[in-house]
Protein backbone atom coordinates (compact mmCIF):
# COMPACT_ATOMS: atom_id res chain seq x y z
CA UNK A 1 0.00 0.00 0.00
CA UNK A 2 1.36 3.25 -0.79
CA UNK A 3 2.09 5.66 2.01
CA UNK A 4 -0.57 8.57 2.97
CA UNK A 5 0.72 12.04 1.50
CA UNK A 6 1.55 15.13 3.75
CA UNK A 7 2.30 18.72 2.04
CA UNK A 8 5.10 21.06 4.44
CA UNK A 9 4.24 24.47 3.68
CA UNK A 10 7.21 27.29 4.55
CA UNK A 11 9.68 29.70 3.11
CA UNK A 12 13.58 28.80 2.16
CA UNK A 13 13.99 31.97 0.49
CA UNK A 14 13.60 34.73 2.11
CA UNK A 15 12.40 33.76 6.13
CA UNK A 16 12.32 36.72 8.44
CA UNK A 17 12.62 34.62 11.45
CA UNK A 18 11.37 30.81 11.04
CA UNK A 19 13.34 29.08 7.44
CA UNK A 20 12.08 25.97 6.47
CA UNK A 21 15.69 24.72 5.83
CA UNK A 22 16.41 22.01 8.74
CA UNK A 23 12.44 22.32 10.13
CA UNK A 24 11.31 20.03 6.74
CA UNK A 25 14.11 17.32 7.57
CA UNK A 26 13.23 17.07 11.01
CA UNK A 27 9.42 16.68 10.09
CA UNK A 28 10.37 14.20 7.48
CA UNK A 29 11.90 12.27 9.89
CA UNK A 30 8.96 12.65 12.87
CA UNK A 31 6.53 11.55 10.64
CA UNK A 32 8.45 8.98 8.43
CA UNK A 33 6.94 5.66 9.20
CA UNK A 34 3.26 7.56 8.19
CA UNK A 35 3.53 9.77 5.35
CA UNK A 36 5.60 10.72 2.94
CA UNK A 37 6.41 14.42 3.47
CA UNK A 38 6.72 16.71 0.65
CA UNK A 39 8.33 20.09 1.10
CA UNK A 40 7.86 23.21 -0.52
CA UNK A 41 7.49 27.04 -0.48
CA UNK A 42 5.00 27.65 -3.30
CA UNK A 43 1.80 29.04 -2.15
CA UNK A 44 -0.35 27.99 -5.22
CA UNK A 45 -0.26 24.15 -3.40
CA UNK A 46 -3.09 26.07 -1.24
CA UNK A 47 -5.35 25.84 -4.38
CA UNK A 48 -7.82 22.96 -4.11
CA UNK A 49 -6.77 21.01 -7.10
CA UNK A 50 -3.45 21.11 -5.85
CA UNK A 51 -4.22 20.00 -1.83
CA UNK A 52 -6.87 16.93 -3.18
CA UNK A 53 -4.11 14.67 -3.17
CA UNK A 54 -2.66 15.05 0.38
CA UNK A 55 -4.34 13.09 3.54
CA UNK A 56 -2.33 16.21 5.23
CA UNK A 57 -1.14 20.06 4.99
CA UNK A 58 1.42 21.15 7.58
CA UNK A 59 1.37 25.11 7.86
CA UNK A 60 4.77 26.56 8.77
CA UNK A 61 4.36 29.70 6.37
CA UNK A 62 5.77 33.04 7.64
CA UNK A 63 3.20 35.55 6.15
CA UNK A 64 3.94 38.45 8.47
CA UNK A 65 4.47 40.67 5.69
CA UNK A 66 1.57 39.48 3.53
CA UNK A 67 -1.05 37.24 2.99
CA UNK A 68 -2.11 34.32 0.83
CA UNK A 69 -4.71 35.07 -2.11
CA UNK A 70 -8.57 34.86 -1.92
CA UNK A 71 -7.96 31.41 -4.13
CA UNK A 72 -5.25 29.95 -1.89
CA UNK A 73 -7.42 31.20 1.23
CA UNK A 74 -10.48 29.24 -0.50
CA UNK A 75 -8.28 26.14 -1.81
CA UNK A 76 -7.23 25.32 1.94
CA UNK A 77 -10.99 26.14 3.72
CA UNK A 78 -12.29 23.59 1.51
CA UNK A 79 -9.30 21.27 1.43
CA UNK A 80 -10.18 21.09 5.64
CA UNK A 81 -13.64 21.46 5.34
CA UNK A 82 -13.78 18.60 3.04
CA UNK A 83 -12.40 16.34 5.34
CA UNK A 84 -8.53 17.34 4.99
CA UNK A 85 -6.01 17.15 8.08
CA UNK A 86 -4.42 20.58 8.88
CA UNK A 87 -1.19 21.21 11.13
CA UNK A 88 -0.51 24.48 11.87
CA UNK A 89 3.19 24.96 13.45
CA UNK A 90 3.90 27.96 15.30
CA UNK A 91 4.75 30.87 12.50
CA UNK A 92 2.22 29.39 10.48
CA UNK A 93 -0.69 31.04 12.62
CA UNK A 94 0.57 33.85 10.25
CA UNK A 95 -2.32 32.78 8.01
CA UNK A 96 -4.63 33.72 10.19
CA UNK A 97 -4.05 37.59 9.11
CA UNK A 98 -7.00 36.95 6.38
CA UNK A 99 -10.10 36.37 8.51
CA UNK A 100 -11.57 33.03 7.27
CA UNK A 101 -8.42 31.56 8.15
CA UNK A 102 -8.18 33.21 11.69
CA UNK A 103 -11.69 31.31 11.66
CA UNK A 104 -10.20 27.69 10.56
CA UNK A 105 -7.28 27.77 12.57
CA UNK A 106 -9.48 28.99 16.03
CA UNK A 107 -7.07 31.91 16.90
CA UNK A 108 -4.82 34.79 15.53
CA UNK A 109 -1.53 35.53 17.21
CA UNK A 110 -1.53 38.94 18.90
CA UNK A 111 2.77 39.01 19.81
CA UNK A 112 5.43 37.34 22.27
CA UNK A 113 7.83 38.41 24.76
CA UNK A 114 11.51 37.09 24.10
CA UNK A 115 12.16 33.79 23.56
CA UNK A 116 12.90 31.85 27.36
CA UNK A 117 12.36 28.60 29.11
CA UNK A 118 9.13 27.68 29.57
CA UNK A 119 6.88 25.20 31.21
CA UNK A 120 4.38 23.31 29.24
CA UNK A 121 1.33 21.73 31.04
CA UNK A 122 -0.10 18.99 28.98
CA UNK A 123 -4.35 18.26 28.77
CA UNK A 124 -5.98 15.89 28.32
CA UNK A 125 -6.81 14.28 24.45
CA UNK A 126 -6.08 11.24 21.95
CA UNK A 127 -2.92 13.47 20.79
CA UNK A 128 -1.35 13.80 24.15
CA UNK A 129 -1.95 10.57 25.60
CA UNK A 130 0.99 9.60 26.82
CA UNK A 131 3.00 12.62 26.88
CA UNK A 132 4.82 14.23 30.19
CA UNK A 133 4.89 17.69 30.95
CA UNK A 134 7.89 19.20 29.65
CA UNK A 135 10.22 22.18 29.18
CA UNK A 136 11.70 23.81 26.56
CA UNK A 137 12.99 27.14 25.42
CA UNK A 138 10.80 28.46 22.91
CA UNK A 139 8.83 31.72 22.11
CA UNK A 140 5.79 32.30 24.17
CA UNK A 141 3.00 32.75 21.66
CA UNK A 142 0.40 35.27 22.85
CA UNK A 143 -3.27 34.40 21.03
CA UNK A 144 -6.80 36.16 20.62
CA UNK A 145 -8.95 33.49 20.37
CA UNK A 146 -11.85 32.73 17.64
CA UNK A 147 -15.13 32.69 19.92
CA UNK A 148 -16.46 30.42 17.24
CA UNK A 149 -14.63 27.51 17.02
CA UNK A 150 -14.99 24.96 20.14
CA UNK A 151 -11.62 24.02 20.92
CA UNK A 152 -9.75 21.71 23.29
CA UNK A 153 -6.99 22.84 24.42
CA UNK A 154 -3.70 20.52 24.66
CA UNK A 155 -0.79 22.47 25.99
CA UNK A 156 -0.38 25.18 28.31
CA UNK A 157 2.57 27.04 29.49
CA UNK A 158 3.13 29.32 32.45
CA UNK A 159 3.67 33.13 32.39
CA UNK A 160 3.60 35.23 35.02
CA UNK A 161 1.76 33.46 37.47
CA UNK A 162 -0.82 32.10 34.68
CA UNK A 163 -1.92 29.23 32.20
CA UNK A 164 -1.51 30.30 28.78
CA UNK A 165 -2.48 27.80 25.41
CA UNK A 166 -0.07 26.66 23.35
CA UNK A 167 -1.67 23.97 21.32
CA UNK A 168 -5.20 23.23 20.55
CA UNK A 169 -7.45 21.18 18.04
CA UNK A 170 -10.98 21.06 16.84
CA UNK A 171 -12.53 19.73 13.67
CA UNK A 172 -13.52 22.12 11.17
CA UNK A 173 -16.27 20.46 8.75
CA UNK A 174 -15.41 17.27 8.59
CA UNK A 175 -12.00 17.63 8.25
CA UNK A 176 -9.58 18.50 11.40
CA UNK A 177 -7.57 21.10 12.53
CA UNK A 178 -4.43 21.19 15.07
CA UNK A 179 -2.05 23.99 16.32
CA UNK A 180 1.19 23.63 17.92
CA UNK A 181 3.05 26.75 19.31
CA UNK A 182 6.66 24.75 19.80
CA UNK A 183 8.60 25.02 16.62
CA UNK A 184 10.67 28.27 16.91
CA UNK A 185 14.13 26.51 14.74
CA UNK A 186 15.29 23.21 14.27
CA UNK A 187 16.30 22.25 18.11
CA UNK A 188 12.95 22.68 19.10
CA UNK A 189 11.53 19.96 16.57
CA UNK A 190 14.66 17.12 18.55
CA UNK A 191 12.43 17.17 21.62
CA UNK A 192 10.94 14.35 22.49
CA UNK A 193 7.38 15.83 23.63
CA UNK A 194 7.33 17.72 20.75
CA UNK A 195 8.48 14.75 18.03
CA UNK A 196 5.63 12.67 19.63
CA UNK A 197 3.29 15.72 20.02
CA UNK A 198 3.46 15.95 15.94
CA UNK A 199 3.33 12.70 15.16
CA UNK A 200 -0.01 12.58 17.39
CA UNK A 201 -1.06 15.16 16.00
CA UNK A 202 -0.71 13.91 12.42
CA UNK A 203 -2.57 10.41 12.95
CA UNK A 204 -4.84 12.54 14.80
CA UNK A 205 -5.35 15.15 12.04
CA UNK A 206 -5.01 12.55 8.63
CA UNK A 207 -7.45 10.15 10.62
CA UNK A 208 -5.10 7.52 10.27
CA UNK A 209 -5.53 4.25 12.71
CA UNK A 210 -3.94 3.48 15.65
Known amino acids: MDKRKCLLLGDYTHPRFHPLQGV ?8 NDLLTVQCSENK ?3 LSEHLAGYDLCI ?17 LLSYVS ?5 IVLHTGVSLAKRYELAHLIGGRFTGHPPYAPLNFKVREHDITEGIEDFQLDEEPYRFEFDPFTDKKILLEYE ?12 S ?3 GRVVYLMPGHHEPSFRHPAVRQLILRAATWAARIPR
Do not use: F, R
Open 44 to 46: KLL
Open 24 to 31: DKQVSEIL
Open 159 to 170: ADGEMLPAAWCH
Open 172 to 174: YGL
Open 82 to 86: GGGGL
Open 59 to 75: AYNELWNETVSPQQTAG
